[in-house]
């Protein structure tokens, strides 16, 4: 079962974390996650450029560390880079002190590039976290999570049935997450384009969190 839209349960019960923005206006918040990624965040980067939008990526330190001209790149055309830990963890699946140190080496990749935020953001890859890792970043991030999973990475899902599920679920205030990873590029290619057009027409900016 997909589930495009975030419960609201599930944002009552983890009010600590970020799902949308409350906000007054018709701004959309855009998030990539796993990047960056030649060609894909390059993509990215174009698609956004047409519509004047800026977005928030994600981004995993090993490919800022094998990729600093894409980094660099995303900086200069006025998005952000947030943390997704240095090798993409599975926080239910790692010791606390690991986690928390690699996330800290992300965050040493992002401030090469970018001056540094107090409080920075961060989203737990798979957005699985424990609360005993929380409690150790709390202080210095803000956790991210969204009210919009767009299901890029998922090649069993045609695009056509994924656009009209997050074009219907979108709403302004909405953080929607894509993917500039290698295996989403082929549903990202059809979804981004047609998801900023949509918005666009309707009147939407789009804003780095």
């Not at 796993?34 to 894909?40: A, F, K, Q, S, T």
């Not at 698609?47 to 600093?68: D, H, M, W």
């Not at 998005?79 to 965050?107: F, K, M």
């Not at 409080?119 to 737990?124: A, E, G, N, V, W």
């Amino acid at each position: 079962m997909r589930i495009f839209r975030t419960p609201a349960l599930l944002r009552y019960l983890f009010p600590e974390y970020i799902w949308r923005k409350t906000i007054s206006g018709k701004n959309i918040y855009l998030t990539f996650d796993d990047g960056p990624v030649p060609e894909v965040t390059e993509f990215v980067l174009q698609q956004l450029s047409v519509y004047q939008a800026k977005a928030t990526f994600f981004c995993v330190g090993e490919n800022i560390s094998r990729y600093p001209e894409i980094a660099r790149n995303i900086v200069e055309q006025g998005h952000y880079l947030a943390n997704h830990t240095y090798n993409h963890l599975r926080g239910w699946a790692t010791e606390t002190n690991t986690y928390v140190q690699n996330i800290a080496l992300c965050q040493d990749q992002i401030e090469k590039y970018q001056p540094k935020r107090e409080p920075s953001l961060f989203r737990p890859p798979y957005g699985r976290i424990r609360r005993k890792q929380f409690n150790e970043i709390k202080s210095a991030y803000r956790v991210i999570m969204w009210d919009i999973l767009t299901y890029d990475f998922d090649n069993t899902l045609s695009p056509e049935v994924g656009l009209q599920r997050i074009l219907k679920q979108t709403t302004a205030g909405s953080v929607v997450v894509f993917h500039d990873s290698v295996k989403a590029f082929p549903n990202l290619q059809y979804l981004l384009p047609r998801f900023l057009r949509y918005f666009a027409g309707l009147g939407y900016s789009f804003n780095t969190l």
